[in-house]
Nanobody, 119 residues
């Protein structure tokens, strides 16, 4: 299984970026998907999540600015990030998960893509 994240970069405050994550080696449509982020010196945190039925959840800090979406035909998950602020600077990771039994999960992480927002 591979999750290949891309689309990070340097952007000025107020700008936008679109992250992409290409998945391979898994039955994509049965996995929930998420984007996590980890800022320097901080714990990794959930930014956005999308279920197999395309229901979405967002961290309060990104709500209204970020949009997660998925394309099951292309095995892709996206994160559209608008109105970026320096506080959004972090390494962004894509994540795939599926429940395999009532008490266990199977999950995978991508390698991360750096997003840097300058003030």
């Amino acid at each position: 299984v591979q999750l290949q994240a891309s689309g990070g970069g340097l952007v000025q405050a107020g700008g936008s970026l679109r992250l992409s994550c290409a998945a391979s080696g898994l039955t994509f449509s049965i996995y929930g998907l998420a984007w996590f982020r980890q800022a320097p010196g901080k714990q990794r945190e959930l930014a956005a999540r999308i279920t197999t039925g395309s229901s979405t959840n967002y961290a309060d800090s990104v709500k209204g600015r970020f949009t997660i979406s998925r394309d099951n035909a292309k095995n892709m998950v996206y994160l559209q990030m608008n109105s970026l602020t320096p506080e959004d600077t972090a390494v962004y990771y894509c994540y795939a998960y599926v429940r395999t039994s009532w008490s266990s999960w199977s999950d995978y992480w991508g390698q991360g893509t750096q997003v840097t927002v300058s003030s």
